[in-house]
T-cell receptor, first 109, second 111 residues
């Protein structure tokens, strides 16, 4: 079945440093979604990418969808303490969303 | 105020007891999902339902059961057959745009 791999598993950065998490699928995706889960909270939808090579920005967050629609990345510029949490990518497999294992981001102030 | 509610937030049960977790949504979404999350891990799909009176097993359905008698409700029963039930359980529903809305979760601890 479809697998979605996400790296790194964990990253600890100094406030102000950049952060990137990468997502790779074993199959071509129709779209990819990104979610953020704050510590102790539940996942919250951030964005969906649909087109090959698509790039979208949300303030300091930049999302990319690969040309082959099998990989994606989330880049945060100049991290802040409010960015802490786990970032998940997810791709569709029929009626189901397949989630990556997530990248845990910790920010030192 | 639209959304998904799960109750209770924390639940403690003795080993060998069945327990039912509640999930209600007023978003008028057709599809609903149950996930399990273990510490430091991703989301694993337990069951999902695309429409009332129909549901399908996810990747880790053993030891769990669900029902979907109403569009708004998708309760999950953790049975005594589930070997490691202690986890964080998340319910979600899917919008027409295929994005998932999650409830606040229930943290189940089996003593």
């Amino acid at each position: 079945g479809q697998q979605v791999m996400q790296i790194p598993q964990y990253q600890h950065v100094q406030e102000g440093e950049d952060f990137t998490t990468y997502c790779n699928s074993s199959t071509t995706l129709s779209n990819i979604q990104w979610y953020k889960q704050r510590p102790g909270g539940h996942p919250v939808f951030l964005i969906q990418l649909v087109k090959s090579g698509e790039v979208k920005k949300q303030k300091r967050l930049t999302f990319q969808f690969g040309e082959a629609k099998k990989n994606s990345s989330l880049h945060i510029t100049a991290t802040q303490t409010t960015d802490v949490g786990t970032y998940f990518c997810a791709g569709h497999n029929g009626n189901k969303l397949v989630f990556g294992a997530g990248t845990i981001l910790r920010v030192k102030s | 105020d639209g959304g998904i509610t799960q109750s209770p937030k924390y639940l403690f049960r003795k080993e060998g007891q069945n327990v039912t977790l509640s999930c209600e949504q007023n978003l008028n979404h057709d599809a609903m999902y149950w996930y399990r999350q273990d510490p430091g891990q991703g989301l694993r799909l337990i069951y999902y339902s695309q429409i009332v009176n129909d549901f399908q097993k996810g990747d880790i359905a053993e030891g769990y059961s669900v029902s979907r008698e109403k569009k708004e409700s998708f309760p999950l029963t953790v049975t005594s057959a589930q070997k490691n039930p202690t986890a964080f359980y998340l319910c979600a529903s899917t919008s027409p745009a295929d994005t998932q809305y999650f409830g606040p979760g229930t943290r189940l601890t089996v003593l």
